[in-house]
């Protein structure tokens, strides 16, 4: 329980009187650990819902002293936070708990002996500790040594949410040269790490070929290695030029390295930001909720939208820094949509690292990569189509270099303009209703939907709205859901006892991460495809132009012969569907593709 208390001190009789009189039966007499007697009206609330503590005051002001219903009161404030809720309730509420065992896990972590090499560092990586994630896992009752008898009572999730956590070895000359030596060495590492911590104070671990998850007060922590050689490899094999063509493996191993290293230095320099804006977080999860409930999960990462809320705090001009998640929300909208990402590059230094002389090389190497191969600058642009420059990454190479793409972004500044345009009446209340209207997608924007079974996807009460398909649209193809998974764990799995019940515990699983993998792998180029990473029941296709199957019909229809199409479109969604079976309940087919 959060409080919040006006006060003024006894002494000041007067004061004190005007006080009473104008908190009324708010007002109270209340001692302080100080000593000090004071007249205080406090106003309680849970934490996650303080930034509501204003508009509870300007209420209770108005009501008492104006006599105004609450009809007659309208305050922006709470309007978007049904979009943060989870079973009605904010789940960053578990974050001080998180942190608690993240402190406890780091202090077990530096507490390891029995290793060849001590660990020297612990950092953690998700967007969960910088109190930026829009679903923050809730301690989960099986993730835990400890048996907690009223699990029972509840909805126990089959699926746990993994966190990784960055581990730093002392230096060595020891170890391997190979990437994929390394690879195994730290593989070896994590696990004794995990041995030891589970022999010395009972902590509970998952192995697998690629990583080991530590459980621990609730939470599952995924260990991840760096090491100085790392970094030296990465800087030879070049940070974010095109890698050097070989095994696969080798490859893989580079690719993995380097997703660690740009994460633990855009964790470093955000980390401070939420300490000095609150709002920065709320805004960074109401900006990530927007993007995925409009499916642009798969075109933008989380990374480059917490850059682009972090630009409006550092550099608001001409406004101030942004007071309000609302406020902060509308600032982002318009950042997408009015930005000239064509001409201009975002340059986001939280910490005040680049010099001007420095800033003016990005300038320098973004014109450059803006010239198309005649030197001119036109529409055959190179380079990333949102530009994000760092103090770590001058060039945009490493959220936003392959994606999204020039045919995302235009359709992003779209849906970005239209709800900024929206969200701006409904704060200048010249429209009364509509806030929801900013999250909910317009499907028939699409080519082909997906509707899967929302009883089959590992967080279904994330869901913001149900699938509106509209009348008319008949399936392709339907099929049965799989009894091979449910987000819940059934009764009869936890009447059978603690154990039993951990292991049906999945670690990290998420079915339709898996089902849009394989669907790319097995039928690249078909699709784009745009999806919700927040429990979304539905995804949407569109008709790739450069399909090669789209390329030879509309040759085809060029040289005037008989019949353009050699395929049935019915044939490929029926495709997707066999790809998710299972998963997937319903393909619906709503515009044909077009051949020119």
């Known amino acids: 329980m959060w409080a919040q208390a006006q006060t003024i001190k006894l002494s000041v009789m007067e004061q004190s009187a005007k006080f009473r009189s104008f908190w009324g039966e708010k007002s109270e ?31 209770y002001t108005l009501r008492r002293h104006l006599s105004l219903s609450s009809q007659d009161i309208s305050i922006v404030g709470d309007q978007l936070d049904f ?14 708990t998180l942190l608690d ?20 560092s612990v950092q953690p990586l998700d967007s969960a500790f910088r109190h930026t994630s829009v679903f923050p896992p809730m301690p989960h009752p099986l993730a835990t040594d400890k048996e907690k008898r009223q699990y029972s009572d509840i909805l126990v999730p089959t699926c746990i949410q993994t966190l990784e956590v960055m581990i730093q070895l002392e230096g060595s000359g020891k170890w391997p040269i190979g990437e994929i030596a390394i690879e195994k060495t730290k593989s070896a590492f994590c696990l004794k790490i995990a041995e030891s911590m589970q022999k010395r104070w009972g902590i509970l671990y998952v192995a697998a070929e690629d990583a080991v998850d530590l459980q621990m007060a609730g939470f599952a922590f995924r260990l991840r290695i760096l090491y100085e050689k790392d970094k030296s490899l990465i800087k030879k094999q070049g940070l974010f030029g095109v890698l050097p063509v070989g095994n696969l493996q080798n490859t893989n191993c580079v690719l993995l390295e380097k997703d660690l290293l740009l994460r633990s230095q855009h964790s470093s320099m955000l980390n401070g930001l939420q300490g000095l804006h609150p709002v920065y977080g709320p805004t960074v999860r109401l900006a990530k909720r927007w993007i995925c409930s409009h499916m642009f999960s ?8 917490e850059l682009l809320v972090a630009h409006l705090f550092v550099r608001p001009f001409p406004f101030s820094a942004p007071c309000s998640r609302v406020t902060g929300f509308l600032r982002f909208l318009r950042l997408v949509a009015y930005h000239d990402w064509a001409l201009s590059p975002l340059v986001v230094d939280v910490n005040g690292d680049l010099t001007m002389k420095e800033e003016g090389q990005i300038m320098a190497q973004f014109i450059a990569r803006r010239k198309d191969s005649r030197g001119e600058s036109g529409a055959n642009n190179t380079g990333p189509a949102m530009y994000i420059a760092t103090p770590y ?42 806030w929801k209207s900013l999250f909910r997608t317009p499907l028939q924007c699409y080519d082909a939907l997906i509707l899967l079974h929302r009883d089959k996807l590992a967080y279904p009460s994330q869901i913001l709205f149900n699938a509106d398909i509209k009348q008319g649209s008949l399936p392709v193809t339907t099929q049965e859901a799989s009894m091979d998974f449910f987000p819940y764990l059934s009764p009869l799995v936890i009447r059978k006892g603690f154990q039993e019940a951990r292991n049906h515990l999945l670690v990290g699983f998420d079915p339709v991460k898996y089902f849009l993998h394989d669907l790319k792998t097995d039928m690249p180029k078909v699709f784009n495809i745009w999806h919700d990473a927040f429990g979304s029941e539905v995804i949407g296709l569109t008709w ?3 399909a090669p199957f789209l390329k030879d019909a509309a040759q085809k229809r060029k040289r005037k012969e008989p019949d353009p199409t050699n395929f049935d479109v019915r044939n490929i969604l029926e495709e997707v569907a066999n790809v998710g079976t299972g998963l997937v309940k319903t393909v619906h087919l709503l515009k044909s593709p077009k051949y020119n």
Request: proline share 3%; glycine share 6%; charged share 30%.
């Open 29 to 59: 007499l209340r001692r302080f650990k100080d000593g000090i007697i004071a007249e205080t009206a406090v106003w309680e609330c849970e934490h996650w819902e303080k930034h509501l503590i204003i508009k509870k005051i300007m209420e």
């Open 298 to 305: 798969g075109s933008l990462a989380d990374e480059a939208v």
């Open 393 to 434: 990454d001058w060039e945009s190479e490493s959220w936003t270099s392959f994606s999204p793409d020039n045919l995302s972004l235009k359709r992003l500044i779209a849906y970005a303009r239209s709800s900024a345009e929206l969200l701006t009446r409904l704060v200048g209340g010249e429209v009364l209703e509509g």
């Open 544 to 546: 790739n132009k450069e």
């Open 101 to 120: 065992a993240l402190d406890v896990l780091s202090k077990c972590l530096r507490g390891v002996e029995d290793l060849p090499l001590r660990i020297s």
């Open 83 to 96: 979009t943060l809720l989870q079973g009605g309730k904010d789940p960053i509420a578990s974050t001080p």
